[in-house]
């Protein structure tokens, strides 16, 4: 083991298989039907945000936004499931549940905080390529008036496939080094007391180790998220407790115990 930012020793990671994805989607479907209500009103915050998202986006005339900005929701999303983490937590402790005591822990985590700005940042740094890529390829003051519109120029022009090729990989590669920065990092500050930075490494430590498991993972989460929201986001409200839940329980089994 090496030594951490604040002189501690690194958490372990182990190698895992596909094997453990299903073992957690198991367990993480096993936690919601354990606790629906507090699974449920995490996944109620998932879909009031992206149906806010359609509205705000609407009222503003900016139809065009809402793809990506549903997009880019959905990278905020290991920090929106921090409490599904701290909910298997308690659980698999035995500890009482009360929203007031998931509240008091998550929130006493100071390490969290940075995490949830680094999540944040990600998201900006998204918006602003798909504003630059919309202003360079669709024409720097383009509006639409309707999605349908905006859909059009996308599907029917060599500059609008440009711009969906270009922003769909872009989107992939910031996807990818989010997911490798916090797939591990929230549950393990929720447990531990390391340092954020620790924590990242890490996460991106596990991914390394364990590729293609881990790849498959990211890419589990993209498809379920994606479908899910179709129906008027409504399916996001089982698939992000049971998404949430799976990942404390694939956390188990990539680090060590401490």
Same mark, same amino acid.
């Given at each position: ?6 002189? $501690? ?7 895992? &298989?596909?094997?453990?994805?299903? @073992?957690? #989607? ?9 606790? *629906? ?5 995490? +996944?109620?915050?998932?879909?009031? +945000? ?7 986006? &609407? ?45 008091? &822990?998550?929130?006493?985590? /100071? ?19 798909? $504003? ?5 390829? %669709?024409? %720097? ?7 349908? @519109? ?9 500059? /609008? #496939? #440009?711009? =969906?090729?270009?922003?769909? !990989? ?17 549950? !393990? %500050? ?11 490494? &890490? ?26 929201? #179709? *129906? ?8 992000? *407790? ?7 329980? =694939? ?5 060590? *115990?401490?």
């Amino acid at each position: 083991m090496t030594a951490s930012v604040s002189g $501690r020793s690194d958490p372990v990671v182990r190698r895992i &298989t596909t094997g453990d994805i299903a @073992e957690a #989607l198991t367990q993480g479907l096993r936690d919601f039907q354990a606790q *629906p209500l507090f699974g449920l009103a995490f +996944g109620l915050i998932y879909v009031l +945000g992206g149906i806010s998202i359609v509205l705000c986006v &609407t009222a503003f005339g900016m139809v065009y936004l809402a793809y990506p900005l549903a997009a880019g929701f959905a990278l905020i999303g290991p920090f929106v499931a921090i409490g599904l983490y701290e909910v298997s937590r308690r659980r698999e402790l035995g500890q009482p549940m009360s929203y007031g005591a998931i509240w008091r &822990t998550v929130t006493s985590r /100071g390490e969290i905080a940075w995490m949830a700005f680094v999540t944040v940042f990600f998201f900006v740094i998204w918006m602003y390529q798909v $504003r630059l890529l919309i202003a360079l390829l %669709l024409g %720097l003051n383009a509006s639409f008036s309707s999605f349908k @519109e905006f859909m059009t120029v996308v599907l029917t022009t060599n500059e /609008g #496939l #440009l711009f =969906l090729a270009i922003g769909n !990989l872009d989107g992939a590669a910031l996807s990818l080094i989010l997911f490798s920065l916090t797939v591990v990092s929230f549950p !393990l %500050l929720l447990e531990r007391d390391v340092d954020f930075v620790t924590a990242m490494i &890490t996460s991106v430590r596990a991914v390394v180790t364990s590729p293609g498991p881990m790849i498959g993972w990211a890419a589990i989460i993209t498809v379920l998220l994606i479908v899910s929201a #179709l *129906p008027y986001f409504l399916g996001l409200l089982v698939t992000v *407790p049971v998404l949430g839940h799976a990942t404390w329980h =694939l956390y188990r089994r990539i680090v060590a *115990p401490a």
